[in-house]
């Protein structure tokens, strides 16, 4: 699973693993934005609440578990965030070995899983994450997360996010939240999803 653990009591700001205007689907100005100053706000907003918290030097799992309130919220945010920029890339674009094999057997094929992916993003009402964990037994779920909620709350091993909160696409698709959700799939390197099955 991917965690982040926070260094000498402080969670740090994660850089980009490629150049903001690199994706094309999303633009570097969306990027820009939502990096820079969403994930930066929740980064610092995280750290001046973790202070007599009682939560201090967790990994940020248990934090999300354990808080409630605006601490919740911050650190929500911040693994949430980490891991949808983390997911994008320029390759890998395809599920294959493991991925694949789970995918297949768990929803049929990939066009279904990401048919019933792109609808469970759609139909979220309000803010919030369209998720691919893995459950106790190591079977696939699709799951919608409102607001800064996390997978990790019940008990499950998060994978891949798509993030349906206005600021994510509203510069570049508007109310089209659908066509957002369908551009995603051009960028996921998929590589990366498979790491975080460990
Ligand atoms: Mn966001």
Same mark, same amino acid.
């Given at each position: 699973?991917?965690?982040?653990?926070?260094?000498?009591?402080?969670?740090?700001?994660?850089?980009?693993?490629?150049?903001?205007?690199?994706?094309?689907?999303?633009?570097?100005?969306?990027?820009?934005?939502?990096?820079?100053?969403?994930?930066?706000?929740? #980064?610092? $907003?995280?750290? *001046?609440?973790?202070?007599?918290? @009682?939560?201090?030097?967790?990994?940020?799992?248990? &934090?999300?578990?354990?808080?409630?309130?605006?601490?919740?919220?911050?650190?929500?945010?911040?693994?949430?965030?980490?891991?949808?920029?983390?997911?994008?890339?320029?390759?890998?674009?395809?599920?294959?070995?493991?991925?694949?094999?789970?995918?297949?057997?768990?929803?049929?094929? #990939?066009? $279904?899983?990401? *048919?019933?992916?792109?609808?469970? @993003?759609?139909?979220?009402?309000?803010?919030?994450? &369209?998720?691919?964990?893995?459950?106790?037994?190591?079977?696939?779920?699709?799951?919608?997360?409102?607001?800064?909620?996390?997978?990790?709350?019940?008990?499950?091993?998060?994978?891949?996010?798509?993030?349906?909160?206005?600021?994510?696409?509203?510069?570049?698709?508007?109310?089209?939240?659908?066509?957002?959700?369908?551009?995603?799939?051009?960028?996921?390197?998929?590589?990366?999803?498979?790491?975080?099955?460990?």
């Amino acid at each position: 699973m991917r965690d982040i653990l926070p260094v000498n009591g402080i969670f740090e700001m994660m850089q980009l693993p490629y150049a903001p205007e690199a994706l094309g689907v999303i633009s570097g100005n969306t990027l820009g934005f939502h990096h820079g100053k969403h994930l930066k706000a929740y #980064v610092d $907003n995280l750290n *001046k609440l973790l202070p007599g918290s @009682g939560l201090e030097n967790l990994p940020i799992s248990e &934090v999300i578990k354990k808080s409630k309130g605006g601490l919740f919220n911050n650190a929500g945010q911040v693994l949430n965030h980490v891991m949808y920029f983390e997911q994008f890339g320029k390759e890998h674009h395809e599920p294959e070995g493991k991925m694949l094999e789970m995918i297949v057997r768990d929803f049929g094929s #990939v066009e $279904n899983f990401k *048919k019933e992916f792109e609808q469970k @993003g759609t139909t979220l009402f309000g803010s919030g994450w &369209v998720w691919l964990s893995m459950n106790a037994e190591g079977r696939l779920v699709i799951t919608q997360e409102v607001n800064a909620n996390n997978p990790v709350q019940s008990g499950l091993v998060p994978l891949l996010t798509f993030d349906v909160w206005e600021h994510a696409y509203y510069l570049d698709y508007q109310n089209r939240r659908a066509d957002y959700l369908a551009a995603l799939w051009q960028i996921v390197d998929w590589k990366v999803v498979e790491s975080r099955l460990q």
